[in-house]
């Protein structure tokens, strides 16, 4: 029975929206720039003290951090190593965040003002004169990693430093390890890593102030402008995408049913689907195809092929969903190893099934919808 749910679960995400006969695979991968779990010893830290980081947020406090130099080589020679029957290599879609709060400037305000430093700087703090950014520029000219919009910061700031202000323990105990992303407690469930949840409308001009800032900061690091925006975690009010329209994005990532908060605990559900158009005349991407090899208990490559192959039964697109944490080993090599090595095994059996398959990134894959309606 549950394969038979997860197959109808297939099928309606397949049955609406863009179509073509042309066999695509887009790889997105989310959570580039932010911290997560800045080291080992701050994981065993915050579970000593009692705080959760359990659940569906293990996998992530485990193994998520910065991309190191090694990460970045790795999965480079990785994607490298496949082309398509167009000669192109896979590309990662890198949905990104440009800034991490600074946390010594928000200690020495008394916890009373919200300051941030780029991302680029959180990456000289954590590997000095190291930094993996030449890698970032050097994965961008070579077609293999195309960073996207993912906000300013994975983190919703005005509920985060509410709880700071308010000398919530745990948010303090988190704060002094430099990190936010424990499964922290809210009346409204909303959490920290939550960019643009609301607990009421009120935060909404800032939270447009933080997209206008974020977009302006992603063209001066990476020299062009995002197209495309993935709002962390999801939770995402529509008002926003006026805002985000006029900061230049065209394609605006959504979920088949998505919860628009509205405040005080109240959603409005959604439904999207891919190519879909909105007021502003930009297209929703959906993704339809997962994986998440650093989740135990399931065999991923069989899961994301069965994923592929409904997609292309229905002429639907391949938009893969596959995390930073897949990749990362800086805290722990053997999960970038497990990572890369079924990553290398799954590209593989695309190509050896699907031998005329594309692979392009989200920004192609929006301007292909586009042209067609």
Known sequence: MASLNYLLTLTVRNILGFSTKRRII???????????????????????????????????????????????????????????????????????????????????????????????????????????????TEGIHNKLFFPQFHGREHLNVAVWLNALRQNDLEARIAFDEGLWGFNNKHPFGITYQAAFDLESQNQLPLQAEIIKDGLRL????????????????GPFNNHLEAVAASEGIRFMYASKIQNEPQGEGKINKRYRYQGQQNSHGQYYLSRNCFFEQSEPGKD??????????????FHKPAVISSHRVNYIGALDSANRTRGLQQLTVLLGKILKTWPDVEFMSSVALGELMAESQ
């Not at 579970?47 to 951090?65: I, M, V």
């Not at 690091?221 to 495309?228: D, E, I, K, P, V």
């Not at 991923?300 to 039964?313: G, H, K, M, T």
């Open 300 to 313: 991923w490559v069989d899961s994301c092929l069965n994923d592929i192959r409904i997609a292309f039964r």
């Open 218 to 233: 992603f063209e001066k690091l990476f020299g062009y402008r995002a197209s495309y925006f993935v709002p962390p975690n």
């Open 26 to 136: 887009v790889i997105e991968s989310d959570d580039w720039g932010s911290i997560r779990m800045p080291s080992k010893q701050a994981f065993v830290s915050i579970n000593q003290k009692g705080l959760d980081s359990l659940g569906a947020s293990l996998r992530y406090n485990k193994y998520d951090t910065l991309a190191d130099k090694t990460d970045l080589s790795l999965l480079f020679e990785t994607v490298s190593s496949f082309r398509d029957v167009q000669g192109n290599h896979p590309v990662i879609t890198a949905l990104s965040v440009v800034a991490n709060p600074d946390f010594d400037k928000i200690r020495d305000s008394e916890f009373n003002e919200y300051h941030y430093e780029l991302f680029t700087t959180t990456l000289e703090r954590y590997y000095g004169s190291d930094t993996p950014f030449p890698l970032w």
